[in-house]
């Protein structure tokens, strides 16, 4: 019934304006205002394209439209209920879209910001009411071992660098739990598309220290034969791609990694991981934007340390974090305590079994403070020894 009387509506709107080639092309306006339209620099419509405009956007009225296009329509028989609120709605792609008669704008941010999942306090006790996933004692052990490993690796690594036996190296001091309790929610079949401060991804799947120190002096025994900087370690047998040098290339990367494993209906994921600095990428919003279309089973893992090497968040984005921006994309995202290797392994486990039952990407942003890259860039300045 509302959809007749829009065509109808549509149809006799179209003769007036052909009539009025070469005015003022009728822009919408703000509700209750009787004053012209400001001229907002672009040159008047040509004819062609107004009327087609006009034709796309037949189904809205504008009160301050003063045409006598929009006089004529007053006349028309509407329905009860008018255009705002009611029944109507305009059948737009992806659902219907009701109306409001309030000019009401989206608010910049939801108010309160968005919390953050943990499961342990800072005393590393349990938070009573917390719902994880359990691990087994030999898992936890394990953890723990690697994560005391990782960091004694980066010590002795970083070390190296600094006395020029290596050419580059990066740590991933204070982002032990976010690699070693995201792998071990992970199975080996899962692909992983690493940045670079994720080293610890790759020991858990096996990649011994030798394995790591072969890359990083590039010998002979090294799997690029020493044609990559250090630190871009890879492995075909641990299902890791190798790490990539510009900032969140990797992000298109996954998702078609991850719609191949769909397509072979594979009882696995791809997982991406990326800092704050890579969601100020054109990559990072091409990448959401691309999964959530083709429903590929990948997880978003961003590691928000607060900065990118020396520029903080505060200058990189407004939003909410990143964890928020999923919601535009359509994409289900969680944000974490990066400090908590509990709730890292249960969020990535709940990610990992949605994005493959579901077929769909999940984003989850992990907060940390203690990150080395600020840590360094102070070291550097010689701000603390
Ligand atoms: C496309 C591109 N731009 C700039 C750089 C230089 N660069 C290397 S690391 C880095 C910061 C990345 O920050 P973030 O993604 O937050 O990772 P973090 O080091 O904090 O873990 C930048 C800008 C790069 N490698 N690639
Ligand atoms: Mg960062």
Known sequence: ?????????????????????????????????????????????????????????????????????????????????????????????GGKVSFMAEMNFLPESHGER?????????????????????????VAVKMYSEMVTLHIMDNIFYEAQRQGRISFYLTSNGEEA????????????????????????????????QEFANQCFGNNMDYGKGRQMPIHYGSNRLNYFTVSSPIATQLPHAVGAAYSLKMDKKDACAITYFGDGGTSEGDFHAALNFAAVMEAPVIFFCRNNGWAISTPTTEQFRSDGVVI??????????????????????????AREMAIAEGRPILVEVQNKNNSTKLHYLKQQNFIV
């Not at 040159?43 to 809205?60: D, K, M, Q, Y």
């Not at 953050?116 to 004692?137: A, H, M, N, P």
Request: charged residues 25%.
């Open 1 to 93: 019934m509302a959809a007749m009387w829009l065509a109808r509506r549509a149809a006799r709107r179209l003769p007036p304006l052909l009539s009025r080639q070469g005015g003022e092309p009728t822009r919408p306006w703000f509700l209750g205002s009787t004053a012209p339209p400001p001229v907002l620099g672009s040159p008047p419509l040509p004819a062609v394209e107004r009327i087609f405009r006009r034709g796309f956007c037949s189904v809205r009225r504008f009160a301050g439209e003063s045409s006598a296009a929009a006089a004529a329509d007053a006349d028309e028989e509407e329905p009860e209920n008018g255009f705002a609120g009611g029944d109507q709605a305009i059948d737009f792609p």
């Open 114 to 138: 968005i919390k953050c999942y943990r499961v342990l306090d800072d005393d590393g006790k349990t938070i009573s009411g917390s719902r994880f996933q359990e691990v087994s004692k030999e």
């Open 178 to 209: 976010i690699n070693i309790a995201s792998a071990a929610a992970l199975s080996i079949d899962d692909i992983v598309l690493p940045q670079y401060r994720e080293p610890g991804v790759l020991m858990w799947r096996g990649f011994t220290l």
């Open 325 to 350: 921006r999923g919601q535009a994309y359509g994409i289900r995202g969680i944000r974490v305590d990066g400090n908590d290797a509990l709730a890292v392994y249960s969020a990535v486990h709940a």
